[in-house]
């Protein structure tokens, strides 16, 4: 039975394998786990190594366990429409006559509020029953209901404290890879990019090669200095700002920029509007240009360069001289050319797209988002894509 439960969490993202497995074993062995609260427990404790597969590992569970199918997002989480849970929904709603076919052009903080008053419709109209998600009733799934051993309460205030487990509770949903960006996770992400140099004089000691040098010496002690290691990486981060596709976005890059920004010392950030040309802008509404080309001779080509943006334009905009499409910024050469260059001056360089992954091959601008991918790594904008982005920044040349 367990067998199958360590294929789920792979399913789910969570990073299982023979020897977490076999530990479990050992420990249901052992006698550690006499109920199934004990062993969300420490099954967690074998399999889940970092926090961002807590919530993966969470959903997996109860579906295993409890046939409750969690969404990979929060409830109010604007993701959330592309859940496959949330589809699902749709379908449905479409298939009962509750919701008018795509034609009706509801918008998405509708849709959104019709799914959550579904799902509130579901955990609290079913009252007394003993089989749906309720209240009230001898359901094992639910709350405010009768004590029922083994139950599992889906949100709602603990009354009896007979729950197994509390669904609702998802501490760590901040942290699951398939989460956009918070302040929290962004600094985690952040943190794992770092280019330590030595810097200044040898002031610190280097214990190592002391007790190597004193071995060496017969016992008598050689302290041996070196100089301070200090991050000294340089971050470049280009913003697209200023057209409405990437109004629903500004939040979350908003968030990025405070981030990267307190992160890194050594930041400077420059604006451009779908795609860079031959001038970068040093403040958000592009009053104030610098030429690409002094910023590709200025900058170091170990500068770790962050893009940002929907990737999403007109086609003229990327392949056509004076292509683009504000008032006297045309540039003779097109948005491509100057994307090449960047890409060449900085090999250390990547491209975040807040739009979610899932969306790259349709909606708006997926020609141009393919064509700037041949150029530049790209990721999606969610706490997996940072890290993966952060894993391409810091490769060795």
Not at 252 to 260: D, K, M, S
Request: charged residues 25%; contains cysteine; aromatic residues 12%.
């Amino acid at each position: 039975m367990l067998r199958n439960f360590l294929y789920l969490l792979r399913d789910y993202g969570v990073p299982a394998g023979a020897d977490q497995y076999l530990e479990l074993l050992r420990g249901l062995r052992r006698g550690l786990v006499g109920d199934l609260d004990a062993l969300y427990l420490f099954a967690r404790l074998c399999f889940v190594k970092r926090v961002e597969h807590n919530d993966a590992y969470h959903r997996a569970f109860a579906y295993y366990f409890y046939g409750v199918d969690l969404p990979a997002v929060a409830l109010n989480d604007p993701n959330l429409v592309y859940t496959k849970q949330f589809r699902e929904w749709l379908r449905e709603a479409i298939e009962r006559g509750e919701i008018q076919p795509v034609t009706q052009n509801l918008s998405r903080e509708e849709l959104m509020r019709r799914f959550e008053e579904t799902l509130r419709k579901q955990m609290e109209a079913h009252n007394g029953g003993n089989k749906w998600v309720g209240t009230g009733g001898t359901s094992p799934f639910g709350h405010s209901g009768a004590p029922v051993p083994g139950g599992i309460r889906v949100f709602g205030d603990s009354r009896n404290r007979a729950a197994s487990k509390v669904i609702g509770d998802r501490r760590y949903v901040e942290y699951s890879a398939d989460q956009t960006l918070a302040g929290g996770n962004i600094r985690q992400a952040l943190a794992v990019l770092k280019h330590m140099r030595p810097h200044g004089a040898p002031t610190e000691l280097d214990i190592p090669e002391t007790i190597y040098r004193t071995a060496r010496a017969g016992g008598e002690i050689e302290l041996e200095f070196r100089p301070e290691l200090r991050d000294r990486i340089q971050v470049a981060l280009l913003l697209d700002n200023g057209g409405t596709s990437m109004l629903p976005f500004v939040d979350i890059t908003r968030e990025l920029f405070y981030r990267v920004r307190d992160r890194f010392r050594e930041c400077k950030t420059f604006f451009f509007h779908n795609t860079p040309y031959d001038i970068l802008y040093t403040d958000a509404r592009r009053t104030r240009g610098v030429p690409t080309d002094r910023f590709l001779h200025e900058q170091n080509p170990e500068t770790r360069l962050i893009i940002v943006g929907d990737a999403s334009m007109a086609p003229d905009e990327l392949y056509a001289a004076y292509g683009s499409i504000n008032y006297g910024e045309e540039s003779a050469e097109p948005g491509i050319y100057w994307l090449r260059r960047l890409r060449e001056r900085f090999p250390h360089s990547v491209w975040l797209n807040p739009l979610p992954r899932e969306g790259w091959s349709d909606g708006r601008g997926p020609w141009t988002l393919r064509q700037i991918r041949e150029v530049f790594p790209m990721e999606d904008m969610t706490l997996a894509g940072i890290k993966r982005a952060v894993e391409i920044l810091s490769r060795p040349d």
